[in-house]
């Protein structure tokens, strides 16, 4: 492939991403394109500064080493008008404990999550997989071999996080090991997420 030069490289990237539609790892635009990793993250990186300080209706996101062409959020409200979207459905507080412990301990088991949250999370578990937020990662080499649960490129999308190393710091854990999750001291600050009450299907 003959030589490209910075601009033809930044829009071989655009379309790449944009034919995708979906988080496309960096290794797989560094085989296409013949680069070092290093040259696609500035390039990547320049791209995304562009997005941003141009105000476009486009923003790239990055998730771990994955990058994404969204639209911009400040366009949510006309996009939903243009193609009668729904507004996603909100994060229930059982769905926040729920992922916040799996944000925070994966990769790790329903058990677990049963014990800190001390109710049947079995349905909770069932809704993030649906939506995509989490997703199961193998089985705990123990009797009985549990499913092993993380969360998805989705998650840190829908959560704003470009890496899991940007979760804030651990909320608190109140008495008996009970997780405290929601009002001025909750763990994300999300557009489409919410307190909502009990998720059906729960017992206290």
């Given at each position: 492939m003959a030589a490209m030069d910075l601009h033809e490289l930044e829009s071989a990237i655009e379309a790449?991403?944009?034919?995708?539609?979906?988080?496309?790892?960096?290794?797989?635009?560094?085989?296409?394109?013949?680069?070092?990793?290093?040259?696609?993250?500035?390039?990547?990186?320049k791209l995304e500064d562009h997005y941003s300080y141009e105000r476009r209706g486009v923003r790239l996101v990055r998730m771990n080493d994955a990058y994404q062409l969204c639209s911009s959020p400040d366009y949510a409200d006309v996009i939903r008008k243009a193609f009668e979207i729904r507004k996603s459905a909100k994060l229930s507080q059982p769905a926040l404990e729920v992922i916040t412990i799996i944000a925070y301990y994966e990769p790790t088991t329903r058990a677990f999550i049963d014990q800190v949250r001390g109710v049947d999370s079995s349905y909770t578990i069932g809704l993030l997989l649906e939506r995509g937020l989490i997703e199961e990662c193998g089985r705990l080499q123990v009797p009985g071999r549990p499913h092993l649960y993380q969360t998805t490129k989705e998650f840190l999308r829908v959560f704003h996080l470009k890496s899991r190393d940007e979760l804030p710091e651990m909320p608190g854990l109140e008495a008996e090991g009970q997780l405290r999750i929601g009002g001025e001291s909750g763990l994300f600050d999300i557009p489409d997420a919410a307190k909502d009450g009990s998720e059906p299907g729960e017992t206290d």
């Open positions: 790449i991403l944009f034919a995708s539609g979906e988080p496309v790892d960096i290794e797989r635009i560094c085989v296409a394109l013949e680069l070092d990793k290093e040259t696609a993250e500035q390039i990547l990186r």
